[in-house]
């Protein structure tokens, strides 16, 4: 397992690469996050400090902190950093079922108001590290439970509910 000693043995002006490092580097960080090592709420170390302590390359660090993202485990505030969430990751056997989930809450929650535009497909990839069919699947799981609807060439938005009459 990679840790901030098991690097000790190379040599310290030369970079860690490799195309698994980014996913010993999640396992590490995910350890520290489930120990208490860095305990819910608490700012995580920059990119940089990160960086330079594992010896890695600035995107690896990203790739590996984006995992934790989707994991729940993190949360990125902009102009405040990435803090370790306070609530426990939602598991679920199908990641568009987590998708739909997330959305649905912040529109059953009022943070995206009816007629909002949802985030767009690609942001959406990006933020679960999703593919676009995944993401469209939730989407449909939505539209068909009537809590968003598509415009042609806009994007998807929170439909607008029908007030009910007497």
């Known amino acids: 397992m990679l840790t901030a000693n098991s690097v000790d043995h190379v ?4 970079w860690l690469t490799g195309g698994r490092v980014h996913l010993k580097l999640t396992a590490v960080l995910r350890d520290r996050i489930t120990t208490g090592v860095y305990p819910a709420g608490s700012r ?20 590996a902190l984006a995992a ?3 994991e729940e485990l993190l949360v990125t505030i902009p102009s405040k950093g990435r803090l370790v969430s306070a ?3 939602v598991q679920s056997p199908y990641q568009y079922r987590l998708i739909a989930e997330e959305l649905r809450v912040s529109i059953e929650s009022g943070d995206l108001a009816e007629g909002t535009a949802l985030p767009s497909e690609t942001t959406l990839c990006k933020r679960y590290t999703a593919s676009r069919n995944t993401v ?3 989407l449909g799981v939505l539209e068909r439970e009537s809590l968003i609807e598509p415009r042609q060439g806009r994007g998807w938005f929170v439909r607008r509910q029908e007030s009910e009459t007497s």
């Open 11 to 14: 040599d310290k002006s030369r």
């Open 44 to 63: 995580l170390p920059s990119e940089n400090a990160l960086s330079t302590e594992f010896k890695i390359a600035r995107t690896t660090i990203r790739r």
């Open 68 to 70: 934790l993202e989707a």
């Open 87 to 89: 609530r426990p990751p």
């Open 136 to 138: 469209r699947h939730a």
